[in-house]
């Protein structure tokens, strides 16, 4: 079972930028599509970012398409995600995910989430 591990939460004010990782164990993280979630408090788990498993393709979702990036270094079995000029509404618990294709967004695995704080 893979395993994923988030990191590089924190706090931030507007307009700062932040570098979340996520890095997998138990498993080839080339065998994977990789997407990233975001929940914000009192709100649905909602869809971020994927990248393609030979990071040939990436999509976003629109409220983050020109602010964040996504990234892999298979040979770190770790993804990224790039969040610059970030708002106070990009303010949520961050997770990544296995899975199990890249157009589907379908969830093999999560993991245990970073928490992103951005003040005005």
């Known amino acids: 079972q893979v395993q994923l591990v988030e990191s590089g939460g924190g706090l931030a004010q507007a307009g700062d930028s932040l570098r979340l990782s996520c890095a997998v164990s138990?498993?080839?993280?080339?065998?994977?599509?990789v997407g990233w979630f975001r929940q914000a408090p009192g709100k649905e788990r909602e869809f971020v970012a994927a990248?393609?498993?030979?990071?040939?393709?990436?999509h976003y979702a629109d409220s983050v398409k020109g602010r964040f990036t996504i990234s892999r270094d298979n040979a770190k079995n770790t993804v990224y995600l790039q969040m610059n000029s970030l708002k106070p509404e990009d303010t949520a618990l961050y997770y990544c995910?296995?899975?199990?294709?890249?157009?589907?967004?379908?969830?093999?695995?999560w993991g245990q989430g970073t928490q992103v704080t951005v003040s005005a």
């Open positions: 995910a296995a899975l199990f294709d890249f157009n589907s967004n379908a969830v093999r695995s």
């Open positions: 138990g498993g080839r993280l080339m065998a994977y599509a």
């Open positions: 990248v393609s498993r030979n990071d040939a393709h990436t």
